[in-house]
């Protein structure tokens, strides 16, 4: 299978920024992409970086108007998209929301971010509740897909349970950056994390990650002199955490590349992780701690 990963600056302009998505998801497509997957929240700016009511504007039913406009262009090029987008479940109930679109247009199905950050300029438990719908992979013509959101990705347990609930591949929509005032150090401390936790889930679970993350600075609405540089490096790691392909950390970018979902199967018989788990020891997971 071939996998397109669209990494892209977003601007305050929402029609041109899915303007610019649909251009790339055309052109993933016409580099014979099968699956194509969007970053975290792609049809705007990264809104969470302040606690502002206003920005409640932006979320939208599921189904609804992205999910038709999307849906359109994956039933034109036959390929299936990962979605992520600001559901307005009900009236003062909203979901940071991974959706995946079928290759023949229809919704395959969603998964609600489960782990809700709120850090400075991350403050999305001002505007998201947690996921309710669990750790389910959705089913579709090029495999099960374990749909998770960013702030997922730090959790090995969830990446497990998805996994264990028989996911081909785990796909993180992701947006995530520095703030202006950290070190260069520190910097590269962050990202070499998240990219180490998340290509130790492949290692875990023997199966593929994809991690699609924005690029590019995006002030902040209160201060623009204040706001996020999100360092893009998206990337695609294998069943024994290899690097498959990597995006950079500046620029827009599509990256195309292969994924062998049989991996997983060889992967797991040489390293059969799911044999040896100890479960009988391991009910206190489920405690805040021990």
């Keep these: 299978m071939k996998a397109g990963i669209i990494q892209q600056h977003n601007v305050q302009d929402i029609e041109l920024n899915k303007f610019n998505l649909e ?29 502002n009511v206003q920005c ?54 969603k998964y609600r971010k489960m782990h809700i950050p709120d850090d400075p300029s991350f403050y999305e438990k001002f505007y998201f509740t947690e996921g309710d719908l669990g750790f389910c992979p959705i089913k579709t ?6 749909v998770m959101v960013c702030w997922d990705q730090w959790y090995p347990e969830a990446a497990r349970l998805m996994a264990m609930a028989g996911a081909d591949l785990l796909i993180y929509p992701t947006a995530i950056g520095w703030d202006i005032n950290d070190t260069k150090d520190e910097r590269q401390r962050q990202k070499d994390a998240w990219i180490t936790v998340q290509r130790a889930h492949a290692v875990a679970n023997g199966l593929h990650v994809i991690a699609c993350n924005r690029v590019g600075w995006e002030a902040s609405v209160d201060d623009i002199e204040q706001g996020i540089q999100f360092w893009g490096s998206s990337f695609v790691a294998g069943a024994q955490g290899e690097i498959i392909a990597q ?22 018989r040489i390293w059969p992780f799911f044999r040896d788990r100890r479960i009988d020891y391991f009910g206190d997971l489920t405690k805040r701690w021990r």
């Design 56 to 109: 409640f504007d932006l979320a939208e039913t599921i189904p609804g108007k992205s999910t038709d406009f999307f849906g359109k262009i994956a039933k034109e090029l036959g390929v299936v998209l990962v979605l992520s987008l600001f559901e307005k479940r009900g009236a003062g109930l909203y979901h940071n929301t991974a959706v995946v679109i079928e290759a023949d247009g229809t919704v395959a199905g």
């Design 247 to 268: 995006a950079s950390s500046e620029a827009d970018e599509n990256l195309i590349c292969e994924i062998d979902l049989s991996r997983t199967e060889q992967v797991r």
């Design 23 to 51: 251009k790339n998801i055309r052109q993933c497509a016409a580099s014979g992409a099968h699956l194509v997957v969007l970053q975290e929240l792609h049809n705007s700016l990264y809104f969470c970086q302040t606690e």
């Design 141 to 146: 013509s090029v495999g099960m897909l374990g």
